[in-house]
């Protein structure tokens, strides 16, 4: 396992630069000289250590260097030092952080059926932007849980749509670092960067993979990482500026959560697999355009339900019934490869209306790996935590 010096490296370019400093001021140019050169190898090593950050610390490390050259070669003279200092590393993070924004583009109705859980999710929403006598606290932390390709994704997107907030859709390994120090820091971060471009959604999907046991095996940066986190949460509770800045947050598996963790969530909306009623919405969402009258939709999305379907699985089938549908309408469809791009804009694919066929076809092929028994497990916790 490759050992963390990011925190040691800048503790030691801190004592450098200070070193250098204090030469400059008594004008010792030798001094001054060495010292920037330290600075510069340190800056080097933390580009090394901070991937991430590899070629900003490598920059920095540049800039330090030629210093070093001129103060040897000429004497102290301005500048003093480079710009583009690592005191703290807070504008990487930042820079990082800004890489992660979005604008989504998703509504509610893009989103087929679901609507107990859209239900819940718009009303929070709703009571979070609005003006409020003081007693009403919106939640600030809003958990998303349920089987695995159920829209819990889509869901935090419909939100940011609705609001035309800026989104920060953060899975679990963009903010997860090997280094010491490096998570909390991008948490820190993330939410200095939502503040300011509120009104803004923090939707971290994977949240159980921060959130794991802070006992046992969890060490200590993990557990840094989760003070950090909830402490950022807990911080927007008792704000009263008018900023707003939600987190949602989803998981597959809620029992693998820290407890304090699922305490900062206490709107939890559970998002079950979809049911028949709401398997023939997806369908019609992702066939819009395409004919399918001739479509038994009840039989379909009966088949789906019973199948245990989530809504990834019912879009893969209708892609793989439209794909059915396109072969055997061009079943030469390949031999065109060889046209260039201009070529094949001047053809026009064949289509047709869909057919029960074209479903039956696309089910053989869809197999959902969801069991009963993880089903079971799932409405349990939802019956005893949920909220």
Request: contains cysteine.
């Amino acid at each position: 396992m490759p050992v963390d010096l990011s925190g040691p490296l800048r503790s030691e370019f801190e004592k450098a630069r200070e070193a250098y400093e204090k030469a400059r001021g008594e004008g010792n140019s030798q001094r001054a000289s060495e010292q920037a050169a330290k600075c510069a190898r340190l800056l080097s090593l933390l580009a090394d250590n901070i991937p991430h950050e590899h070629r900003s610390y490598k920059d920095k490390a540049k800039k330090w260097e030629d210093l070093a050259r001129s103060i040897k070669e000429k004497g102290l003279r301005e500048p003093r030092e480079p710009e583009g200092d690592v005191r703290p590393a807070g504008l990487e993070f930042r820079d990082y952080i800004e890489g992660l924004i979005s604008t989504s583009e998703i509504t509610w109705g893009d989103i087929g059926g679901l609507e107990e859980p859209k239900r819940l999710l718009q009303e929070t929403v709703v009571i979070a932007a609005m003006k409020k006598p003081e007693a009403i606290k919106p939640w600030t932390g809003i958990l998303l849980y349920g089987p695995p390709g159920t829209g819990k994704t889509l869901l935090a997107a419909a939100a940011a749509g609705s609001l035309k907030a800026t989104f920060f859709n953060v899975s679990a390994d963009k903010v997860l670092s090997k280094y010491y120090g490096e998570s909390s820091r991008l948490i820190a971060a993330l939410y200095e960067v939502a503040l300011e471009r509120s009104p803004a959604i923090v939707f971290i999907d994977e949240m159980d993979a921060l959130t794991l046991s802070r006992g046992g095996d969890s060490n200590e940066a993990s557990r840094r990482t989760l003070s950090t986190l909830l402490s950022q949460i807990d911080g927007f509770k008792s704000k009263k500026s008018q900023r707003l800045v939600l987190t949602l947050a989803a998981t597959n598996t809620p029992w693998d959560m820290d407890t304090a963790a699922l305490s900062r969530f206490s709107r939890r909306i559970h998002i079950p697999l979809p049911d028949a009623g709401d398997a023939i919405e997806i369908i019609k969402l992702n066939t819009s355009g395409l004919g399918i009258a001739q479509v038994d939709l009840n039989s379909v999305a009966r088949e789906c339900h019973a199948g245990l379907f989530s809504g990834r699985e019912i879009t893969y089938l209708c892609q793989e019934a439209v794909w059915n549908m396109i072969r055997q309408e061009n079943p030469n469809l390949a031999q065109l490869s060889p046209l260039s791009f201009d070529e094949l804009r001047g053809k026009t694919l064949k289509t047709r209306a869909l057919k029960d066929s074209d479903f039956h076809a696309a089910l053989g092929k869809i197999k959902p790996p969801l069991t009963e028994a993880r089903l079971a497990k799932d409405s349990q916790w939802a019956s005893d935590f949920g909220g």
